[in-house]
Nanobody, 126 residues
Framework: QVQLVESGGGFVQAGGSLRLSCVDS??????????LGWFRHAPGKEREFVAA????????YYADSVQGRFTIYRDTAKTTGYLQMDSLNSEDTAVYYC?????????????????WGRGTQVTVSS
């Protein structure tokens, strides 16, 4: 059983950067075989796709709103996932969730993910 835990959220001024991390606290040994996704949920909005990368690596996927500012990647062992967020603005304020999906899933879709973390708050002041 995969148990995802996010960290790295916080308060930052507009234009600043944060790096979120995602680990499998259960150390199931299977997290590295899943695709990694990041989603966010802002007050009054639906949970939305931010970025994803397949378990094998390769080309990452980004929402248009974060393209060129955010970078998703995993460490070599694929035990930790990251979301590097640069040039943050107030529209990026949300709770950010990491999630894991089995190979072949449509990574833009919330429903495609099997495991979710509890989220980490990111607040950007303007």
């Amino acid at each position: 059983q995969v148990q995802l835990v996010e960290s790295g959220g916080g308060f930052v001024q507009a234009g600043g950067s944060l790096r979120l991390s995602c680990v499998d606290s259960a150390r199931s040994g299977t997290f590295q075989h899943f695709a990694l996704g990041w989603f966010r949920h802002a007050p009054g909005k639906e949970r939305e796709f931010v970025a994803a990368i397949a378990w094998s690596g390769g080309q990452p996927y980004y929402a248009d709103s974060v393209q060129g500012r955010f970078t998703i990647y995993r460490d070599t062992a694929k035990t930790t996932g990251y979301l590097q967020m640069d040039s943050l603005n107030s529209e990026d304020t949300a709770v950010y969730y990491c999630a894991a999906a089995r190979p072949g899933a449509y990574l833009y879709n919330v429903g495609a993910y099997d495991y979710w973390g509890r989220g980490t708050q990111v607040t950007v002041s303007s």
